[in-house]
């Protein structure tokens, strides 16, 4: 089966960091992908993780650790603007993604 | 300015009607998707496509259809016989291997009512 949980929603304030979990069960995995979506918006890709470990790209860092079967998107300085949902997507391979429900992060000032 | 054009942007269907989403991409991706969002749910695999004249089911394909007569374009028909059709619908391209590492790039979306 194909499981990926992700909380639900989140919220912080303006200035701070936030770490966003995701845990997955999949069979076959080649991958964990991250993507912010701004409401009624297309998803916008920030990372993309193969090998454990750290990554990291300016204020975003993302996480993966494959004997656990875990990863998370850790913000930094938080913006308003950074106010999204946040998918998580495990790479299966053959091209497909299976993707969470999505973490719904609220900023507030 | 590369990217993935989906229209209409809203639409309205009526009971017992057809109707057709359209995608095309100018990013010379090999591969198209098709997702469908619906709130509280994750992104769902509709349809997708890694060459021309080819196409695969994903998890959701019952009551919709598709075609890739062009490299460049991917529509989707949702059909009568898709009894929930509200939702929003997500077209999608990436390149196959490479260095890009199958990143999907998503369009804005078309957001289907029904009447």
């Known amino acids: 089966g194909q499981n990926i949980d992700q909380p639900t929603e989140m919220t912080a304030t303006e200035g701070a960091i936030v770490q966003i979990n995701c845990t997955y069960q999949t069979s076959g995995f080649n991958g964990l992908f991250w993507y912010q979506q701004h409401a009624g918006e297309a998803p916008t890709f920030l990372s993309y993780n193969v090998l454990d470990g750290l990554e990291e790209k300016g204020r975003f860092s993302s996480f993966l650790s494959r004997s656990k079967g875990y990863s998370y998107l850790l913000l930094k300085e938080l913006q308003m603007k950074d106010s999204a949902s946040y998918l998580c997507?495990?790479?299966?391979?053959?091209?497909?993604?299976?993707f969470g429900t999505g973490t719904r992060l609220l900023v507030s000032p | 300015d590369g990217g993935i054009t989906q229209s209409p942007k809203y639409l309205f269907r009526k009971e017992g009607q057809n109707v057709t989403l359209s995608c095309e991409q100018n990013?010379?991706?090999?591969?198209m998707y098709w997702y469908r969002q619906d709130p509280g749910q994750g992104l769902r695999l509709i349809y997708y496509?890694?060459?021309?004249?080819?196409?695969q089911k994903g998890d959701i394909a019952e009551g919709y259809s598709v075609s890739r007569e062009k490299k460049e374009s991917f529509p989707l028909t949702v059909t009568s016989a898709q009894k929930n059709p509200t939702a929003f619908y997500l077209c999608?391209?990436?390149?196959?291997?490479?260095?890009?590492?199958?990143?999907?790039?998503f369009g804005a979306g078309t957001r289907l009512s029904v009447l």
């Open positions: 990013l010379n991706h090999d591969a």
């Open positions: 999608a391209s990436s390149i196959i291997g490479g260095s890009a590492k199958n990143i999907q790039y």
């Open positions: 496509s890694q060459i021309v004249n080819d196409f």
């Open positions: 997507a495990a790479y299966t391979g053959f091209q497909k993604l299976v």
